[in-house]
């Protein structure tokens, strides 16, 4: 259980139908305030897809000391270049034993509330609606108006938020 933003990041591929084919979803999230911090839409399953996403998530966290990057064994995470970029950071490498979906339940429900309340409710034509309504739902819904019962009932950025003041109020006793 993490105690503080940026200790373990979980991160996860899932799969957006539209029409005529698919749309693949990289994301991660924040493993103590469950917010979307970095993601990726593309029409294949490549490493990239991955890359790219963790790409947005370093550019918006400070990664400093400390952080672990949980995911799954699925190629795109362990990849020369994913790997390469973990390292590089500082971040340490985490994975799901094999054919365990429990060992990674935070962005399995990350993806269940995406599905659920966006993609199950939206008759996407293209890849380009996909792109247009799926980052929409994560910044504007997700993360700044869905209420976790997990979070006291707050939207992850507005917990951020709470417990970054809170944070440098504290006194810390060495």
């Not at 493993?31 to 996403?53: E, M, P």
Request: hydrophobic content about 40%; overall charge negative; proline content about 3%.
């Amino acid at each position: 259980m993490p105690l503080q933003l940026n200790q373990i990041w979980h991160a996860d591929i899932t799969y957006i139908r539209f029409a005529s084919s698919f749309a693949y979803l990289a994301a991660i999230i924040d493993g103590l305030s469950r917010k979307a911090i970095g993601y990726a839409i593309g029409k294949t399953l490549s490493s990239g897809l991955t890359i790219a996403a963790l790409l947005d998530a370093i550019a918006k966290r400070n990664t400093g000391g400390g952080l672990i990057h949980h995911s799954d064994q699925g190629f795109q995470y362990c990849s020369f270049q994913y790997v390469k970029i973990l390292k590089e950071n500082g971040i340490e490498i985490s994975m799901s034993g094999k054919a365990n979906p429990y060992d990674n339940a935070k962005m399995e429900s990350f993806f269940r509330t995406l599905k659920v309340e966006e993609v199950y409710m939206s008759d996407y034509e293209s890849y380009e609606d996909v792109l247009a309504s799926i980052p929409y739902f994560i910044e504007e819904m997700y993360n700044r108006k869905r209420l976790h019962s997990s979070l006291g009932y707050m939207p992850p950025e507005e917990f951020e938020d709470k417990f970054n003041k809170n944070k440098s109020h504290q006194l810390v006793l060495i």
